[in-house]
């Protein structure tokens, strides 16, 4: 099983769906969502940070729709008070 190292620290398991479910709020399409949710857990290495998962999420919504990217960005600006 993979795990997810989190901001604070703490550790959790891999879940797919978190990554479906925030694709989809940024507009992608359900299949979009669950083909780039299902790339990142393919390739996802025990430890990796959620820094990490953002990153290559954002950098797919992107080469599928920039606008996808923007509204990611602007929900952790806005709603969660993240920077970054």
Do not use: Q, Y
Not at 40 to 62: C, F, H
């Amino acid at each position: 099983m993979v795990t997810v190292k989190k901001r604070d620290g703490r550790k959790e398991l891999f879940v797919v769906e978190k990554i479906v479910v925030s694709a989809i709020k940024t507009g992608a399409s359900p299949d979009i969502a669950r083909t780039i949710a299902h790339e990142i857990e393919k390739n996802a290495i025990d430890g990796i940070s959620t820094r990490e998962i953002k990153g290559k999420v954002l950098t797919m919504l992107k080469s599928k729709n920039p606008e996808w990217e923007r509204n990611w960005m602007v929900f952790d600006t806005a709603v969660k008070k993240r920077p970054e």
